[in-house]
């Protein structure tokens, strides 16, 4: 079988059995046939090794193909010779240690106070008001992730000490603290929680009104509503929340360390790409704290 005949056949494969989008397989398939173009004439696609393969990707990278396109195209090759290898046709994927370039993720934008003061400004004195107000000042308030607010139960929230109890990635328990207004919102929804059938949902914070644990998609959603209701200028998620809650304490505090706790970062570095903090900024903290920190920095 010709080498481009195997590719019509792993596209079949990619239709019928991996039940993949047509969209899908075509882009495969083009990503396959734009490599196979740029091979020697005397290369057939199927008998490449790891070396041509990477000239061709190289290539590619100067030419200015983005990080993402590339690793689409090496998503491509890699399935290719995997179907090759379950068909018997090679014994090794030369692509299997191959990677792409890392691609450069946006950071999320901030909203200002103001924009936040506004959103949160939510009128309405319904169960489904007072349970979205309490939870964007929650998120807010405390910097929660998604998952870590959803999977909240009453119990974990401390109102004498003005704290959360968070479980987060890794299963890693962390106490943050809650803020006065938060706290009075969670109050304002735990006094008409009971006005939704609460049966199925056990101990959960945040219930809905089918009385079932809110889920992070019922969660986006009524965000995104209330930003729509509110006409905030972006689209409100709860990322956004959280990236301004500690965009807002950095600037106030410029205390990088302590961000990186509350956030439930394990890595400085994290937090540091998280909260868009650049070196100026950074070396700034460190000439007016520093005891021997050099003063003409870039003189």
Request: proline content about 4%; glycine content about 6%; aromatic content about 6%.
């Amino acid at each position: 079988m010709k080498p481009t005949d195997w590719q019509e056949v792993f596209g079949q494969y990619l239709t019928s059995e991996r039940q993949l989008s047509a969209y899908t397989v075509r882009n495969y398939l083009f990503e396959l046939r734009r490599v196979d173009a740029l091979l020697a004439d005397d290369i057939d696609l199927v008998a490449v090794t790891t070396e041509q393969l990477q000239a061709v990707i190289a290539g590619l990278h100067r030419k200015g193909l983005s990080p993402r396109s590339l690793s689409l195209c090496l998503s491509a090759i890699k399935q290719f010779f995997e179907f090759l290898l379950q068909e018997g046709v090679v014994s090794v994927n030369p692509a299997q240690t191959l990677s792409a370039p890392k691609q450069n993720k946006p950071l999320p934008k901030n909203m200002d106070v103001d924009a936040v003061s506004h959103l949160l400004a939510i009128e309405g004195n319904d169960p489904l008001s007072l349970r979205d107000k309490a939870i964007m000042e929650l998120f807010y308030s405390s910097g929660l992730r998604l998952a870590e607010l959803a999977s909240l139960d009453c119990a974990d929230i401390r109102f004498e000490q003005a704290e959360v109890k968070v479980l987060g990635k890794g299963s890693k328990q962390r106490i943050v603290p809650i803020g006065k207004v938060a706290l009075m919102a969670i109050k304002d929804w735990l006094d008409c929680r009971q006005q939704l059938p609460c049966i199925n949902a056990g101990d959960a914070l945040f219930v809905s009104q089918q009385g079932k644990r809110l889920s992070h998609r019922s969660i986006q959603t009524r965000m995104a509503k209330w930003g729509q209701d509110q006409a905030m200028s972006v689209k409100v998620h709860p990322h956004k929340l959280r990236h301004s809650f500690a965009t807002h304490l950095l600037e106030s505090s410029q205390d990088l360390r302590a961000v990186q706790e509350l956030l439930g970062h394990a890595n400085l570095s994290t937090t540091q790409i998280y909260t868009s903090l650049d070196f100026q900024h950074l070396a700034k903290v460190y000439d007016g704290a520093h005891p021997r920190a050099k003063k003409d920095r870039g003189k």
